[in-house]
Every structure is written in structure tokens, then in C-alpha cells.
């Protein structure tokens, strides 16, 4: 049977769906375009795409993977013409960034290792995607032209407060020298080499997971991510969470060289990041046996999402959900024995 022959023997409705079938995937693709194009809302691309592997496979997955790039590659290419720096080189060097992002996300839903747990999957790929950003990582922290730059910017938010400390007393060169721009520049480029590795698998896995969740009842990606209340991380992660914490301990106890402590706060905090989601899960599933209206739970998470803006409840919400959800392996919290066991 031909496919015209095919198209005249489905009814208007098996037309439609198949119509949109085949729609999807560029659907998805334009989607995350526009999200990486706002640059606000840039990290999260990957979900449109990963509710296209979710909802429809991975050869969908693909075809959307494809559209995005080409929505990237236009709105990037736009935006070069616009202030007349449209060239191969930097059309090439902007869409490294986008085909990373992109790529890492394929490589997690490859069908070689599609047995494997996604959090070793999502730990394993999110390492990867930080090695291939090393070289760039670095450039950039020896390139004296962007710490320039980054100073330079940061002079222009700093100048209005360090203009009203004013004056030449000890309080005014104190907070003159804690807001001396060269100094904020150096320790945010640091502060980026200890935690980018973290940064990117947790992009990773946060796209991963409501892009999946997002797939609808019944569909392959809903199955693979289930609720936040049910999540336990593999129980063998718990030996490499206690390692690289102690790496840490001892890198800073020696005096390790930089790059070394680097490492060993991204390989501790990409450890910490399963523990994190299962801290989170206990807090779920509590509120759920604790039958509270789904509008308090809501509230509870939002506010939780606002300490982060505080540096000291920020460090505290950091420290907390990974040592709830690490002891967890000692205390079954979701479990107590007596309670519903």
C-alpha cells in the first residue's frame, strides 16, 4: 500500500494524530530554541526535548534534538547580524554551549546502557560534560582580557555603594577593600571551578526528571522518573559520597593546591546531589502521609526555594536535605517502624 493509499485509509482523527505525531518532535525542538534564545530561561532547554524522549522515544527525542539545534542556530545568527559579528567562527563558538547541553542529554538516554540506573547515568554524563568544559574553564579563569572585563562590570554595580561609603575612616576602607571588584572578579571564578561540575549535573538531572515527568501517565518517561516522594539513591553511592567528602577534608587539612581542592568540592557536591533529591523525597512524602493540602506543600517548597536567596539560609537548605537524605540509609524516616511497617 502506498502512503497516499495509507493517508485515504485512515479516518480524520488517526489523520490528525498522526499529523501531530510527526509534529511533535519539531514542536519540542522550536520550544526549547526559545528557551535557550531568553537566556534567562536557558538551562531549561533540555525539558521540551526530554519530554519528546520521554513521551515518544528516542528516535522522536532525536528529531527534536535536531529542530532545536536549528532553532538555536537562527536565533543565535540573528542576533550576531543584528550587531554585525555574524561569522562562521562565532556562529561555531556560539552554538558549542547549546550542542553540549544537547548532546549530554542524548547520551543519557542512549539505549547502550539503558539498564543502568538514571542517577549513575546522570552522574556519569554530567562528569563527562565537565571534562569537555575544562579547557574552556580554564581559559577563561588565565585570560586576563575577561577578568578584566568581569571586574569591569562589576565596578559598574559596585560604584553607587561604594560611592555612599564615602569617607576615609576604618569602616569605609574596610568595605571599600570587601567590595573591590579584581577581588569579587577572582573569588567568583574560583567559587565557578569548585561547583560547575555540580551546576551542570544538576541541570541535567532537573531537565532530566520533569521533562519525563512531564511525558504523561502511561508513557515510557513518567515510568522512569517517578515521584520525588519515592526516590532512593543506589545504595553503592553511598560509598563515593563518603570518599569524596573526605578528599575534601583532606585536601583542605593539607593545604592541597588549588586545582586539586577544585576537584574535590566537584566531585563531593556531585556526589551530595542524589542524597539532596532524596531529602527532598522524605520532606514529600512525609507532607503526603501527613495528608497536607496540596496548596501548604506548594507553599512549603516555594519557600523553601526562596531561602536559597540568602547566603545563610541557602547554606543551611545545602547542608540539610543531603545529610537527611545520607541517613536515611540508618533511619528509615519513610518507615518508622511501628508506623505503617
Known amino acids: 500500500m502506498s502512503d497516499q493509499e495509507r493517508g485515504r485509509a485512515l479516518g480524520p482523527g488517526e489523520r490528525r494524530a498522526a499529523l501531530g505525531s510527526s ?21 531549561l532547554c533540555l525539558v521540551p526535548i526530554q519530554v519528546a524522549y520521554g513521551r515518544r522515544g528516542r528516535r522522536a527525542g532525536l528529531a527534536a534534538t535536531g529542530a532545536a539545534v536549528a532553532a538555536v542556530a537562527a536565533a543565535l545568527a540573528a542576533r550576531l547580524y543584528a550587531v554585525g559579528a555574524l561569522g562562521l ?19 543519557v538516554n542512549a539505549r547502550f546502557w539503558a539498564g543502568l540506573p538514571a542517577t549513575y547515568r ?23 582580557a575577561f577578568s578584566a572585563y568581569l571586574s569591569s562590570r562589576l565596578e559598574s554595580l ?17 568595605l571599600a577593600a570587601a567590595l573591590d571588584p579584581a577581588t569579587i572578579a577572582a573569588a567568583a571564578l574560583r567559587t565557578l ?22 511525558s504523561g501517565p502511561g508513557s515510557p518517561g513518567r515510568e522512569a522518573a517517578p515521584p520525588l516522594s519515592l526516590y532512593r539513591a543506589p545504595y553503592a553511592l553511598l560509598w563515593a559520597f563518603l570518599a569524596a567528602w573526605a578528599l575534601v577534608l583532606a585536601a583542605m587539612t593539607l593545604g592541597a593546591p588549588e586545582a586539586l581542592q577544585a576537584a574535590a568540592w566537584n566531585l563531593a ?17 512525609l507532607a503526603e502521609k501527613l495528608k497536607m493540602p496540596r496548596f501548604m506543600r506548594v507553599a512549603l517548597g ?40
Not at 546522570?122 to 586576563?144: F, M, N, R, T, Y
Open 269 to 285: 557536591l556531585s556526589a551530595s546531589l542524589p542524597y539532596a533529591a532524596q531529602g527532598l523525597g522524605i520532606a514529600a512524602s
Open 193 to 214: 571551578s569548585s561547583i560547575y561540575a555540580a551546576a551542570l549535573a544538576l541541570t541535567l538531572g532537573f531537565c532530566w526528571w520533569v521533562g519525563n515527568r512531564l
Open 302 to 341: 516555594a519557600t523553601a526555594a526562596m531561602a536559597l536567596v540568602s547566603p545563610t539560609s541557602s547554606l543551611v537548605v545545602a547542608i540539610g536535605l543531603p545529610l537527611l537524605g545520607v541517613t536515611e540509609v540508618w533511619i528509615p524516616y519513610r518507615n518508622p517502624k511501628g508506623v505503617g511497617a
Open 23 to 43: 509534529a511533535a518532535p519539531a514542536i519540542a525542538g522550536l520550544a526549547a530554541g526559545l528557551l535557550y534564545a531568553s537566556v534567562a530561561f536557558a538551562p
Open 158 to 174: 559596585l560604584s553607587p555603594l561604594r560611592a555612599q561609603a564615602g569617607g576615609q575612616g576604618y569602616e569605609a576602607s574596610v
Open 89 to 107: 567562527a562565532e556562529l561555531g563558538g556560539g552554538l558549542l554551549p547549546p550542542l553540549a547541553m544537547l548532546g549530554a542529554l542524548a547520551l
Open 122 to 144: 546522570l552522574l556519569a554524563v554530567g562528569g563527562i560534560a565537565s571534562l569537555a568544559a575544562l579547557p574552556s574553564l580554564l581559559s577563561l579563569s588565565k585570560d586576563p
